[in-house]
């Protein structure tokens, strides 16, 4: 570059860092704040392209008494880029949980039988949570799915799924 494009070029300018307050740490994943009373990081998560709506996420540290996040962030990321995938296998999981022997599950809102179809298409994943023993928790509210509100699918280290279910939010 000239002596004269050194003295009049444009400069770069330099990527602004987010001004963090107490107990936030900046992860490739978006900042998270440390809840100390339960030994988590809560955050926001992109996981549907499709829809601007970002999720709850959290992600438990090493140990209880800890601040640590260990390689929990590394395994949320492994989670996104996989998160199509992970995301039908999570769905089709409570269908086989929840479907009758015919394959249908009765409807909340229509008091009639719903077909898979429909079932998957209402099930959006709302929160995911990063355990300290390598398993991840999707939590679906707003199911449809008669007498059943929220459904807590863990996926464990195992590779299996375990369900548990509350009928209202605050069971």
């Not at 249908?104 to 355990?131: A, P, R, T, V, Y």
């Not at 707003?142 to 699918?153: A, E, P």
Request: net charge negative.
């Amino acid at each position: 570059m000239s002596f004269f494009g050194k003295l009049f070029g444009k400069k770069e300018k330099p990527v602004e860092q987010p001004v963090l307050k107490e107990g936030q740490v900046a992860t490739p994943l978006g900042i998270f704040t440390f809840v100390d009373d339960e030994y988590i990081y809560e955050g926001l998560v992109k996981w549907y392209d499709d829809d601007e709506y970002q999720i709850d996420a959290y992600i438990e540290t090493v140990a209880e008494g800890s601040d640590d996040m260990g390689d929990g962030v590394e395994r949320f990321i492994q989670l996104l880029n996989n998160k199509e995938e992970m995301d039908y296998r999570v769905k089709m999981a409570a269908l086989d949980h929840f479907a009758d022997e015919s394959g249908l599950i009765m409807s909340e809102s229509q008091h009639m039988l719903m077909s898979k179809e429909l079932f998957l298409e209402n099930l959006k994943i709302e929160d995911i949570g990063i355990h300290r023993d390598g398993s991840v928790c999707f939590t679906i509210f707003d199911t449809d799915i008669q007498d059943i509100r929220s459904i807590y699918i863990t996926y464990t280290d195992k590779g299996t799924f375990e369900f548990e279910t509350n009928k209202y939010d605050w069971e």
